[in-house]
């Protein structure tokens, strides 16, 4: 007996009722981006591994314990599928040489691989809305970055109580981590016994990471620990500064969050997540922030940057929890068939209408007429189209009104073209 086969366990099938409000959900962020200038970037879902290592940094949960690795026997190559796209971007920006005229602004969609425990709004395979600005070291390019999720909150229909409330922190630069650093290993080191084991191994390699411990008796300890902001030099607070006044200018609410990190290691100054309470547990729809010195550490010529991700599982989750957007459109017309011969002239009428730039189902026509009805005014069209075996001999369609008001009438074809190309240019 073969086993039933299944998707892998965090990975997700769309089927076409959820597909299509995913189409919905991309059609309008790719609006939204392209209305700030951003251009479309692809590139490969697997990566060498050492594109991830070196950006993401060594001792995060991502590289630690998430990706996707594996060797490609045929050449010896260590590969892995994208945990996410910042050191993907990078790279190609480098290998291309993007940069040689100036700034760059970027954006891309697609699947990204994570070996967690899947739940509800966190799976394997999930998705990225990405933004990567290349080449901009002030923080003018990370307002605008905040206002362009601004501008997609409310283009995506979400009301208030649905809209996420963007938290904002300062990672400093290098120089003031370096300060914050001593003083966490000291204060971690001074209490070394309440470590548990995971933090006993980061105090030597990233103490910073211990913060993020979700362990509930290391709790009390971290929210004592000493606190980034204090130590923030005043370039870091003139930028932090700069942000906060754009931000406020133009109305956009926002909570400073000290205890803000963020999982991967590349990020300096502005770090940011915009956070729903209508999610659950997984309720971070969107991370980014600036990231200057990753060009260079990649191989390029330094270049400061900032960027975001949005997570669209999440994303679209909040859309339907908010009834955001309307019903996908529906067909203009279902063409419906039965007899000899009325196959061919469906098929014929179909394609001469979908020329005139209409959207015309055809039935599989291997029903009832009668139930080929239901399927017509289930697709939500304003018109039904009947070729049986008398239509297709005299050459005519019974065309019936789905939606309204109207009468069924029968016509030659040709005056159906006519009337269909009247309609559309009234409707235009
Ligand atoms: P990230 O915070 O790791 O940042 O991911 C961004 C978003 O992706 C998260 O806020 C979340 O919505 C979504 N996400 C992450 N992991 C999962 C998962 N397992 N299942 C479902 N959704 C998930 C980055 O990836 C950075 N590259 C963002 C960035 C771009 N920073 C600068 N430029």
Redesign the pocket.
Known sequence: MSTKLSAVK?MNDLLPEQAEVWEQVEAKVGEVFRQYGYRPIRTPIVESTSVFVRA?GEVTD?VEK?MYSFNDALNGEALTLR?????A?VRAAIEHNLLYDGPRRLWYFGP?F?H?R?QK????????F???ALGFDQPEADAEQIFMVARLWKALGLRDGFVPKLQLNSLGMPQDRALHREALVHYFQSHQSRLDEDSQRRLGSNPLRILDSKNPEMAELIANAPQLPEFLGDQAREFQQRLLNLLNEQGIAFELNPRLV???D??NLTVF??VTDRLGA?G????????DSLVERMGGKPAA???????????ILLVQEAQGLGSPSAPDAYLIHFGKGARESALKLAEQLRDQGLKVVLDPGQTSAKSQMKKADASGADLALLIGEDESLAGEVTVKPLRGQGQQATMPLSQLLATMDRRKQDNA
Do not use: D, K, S
């Not at 709004?121 to 990225?128: A, N, P, S």
């Not at 971070?284 to 990231?291: A, D, K, W």
């Not at 940057?305 to 994303?315: H, M, N, S």
């Open positions: 965090g993401i991502i998430e945990p996410e796209n910042t050191a971007v990204m994570r967690e899947p709004g966190r799976y394997r395979q999930f998705h990225q990405g933004v990567e963020r999982g991967l590349y990020y997540e915009w997984q971070t729809v969107c991370g980014g922030g600036r990231y940057a900032t960027g975001f991700a949005i997570g669209a599982e999440r994303l």
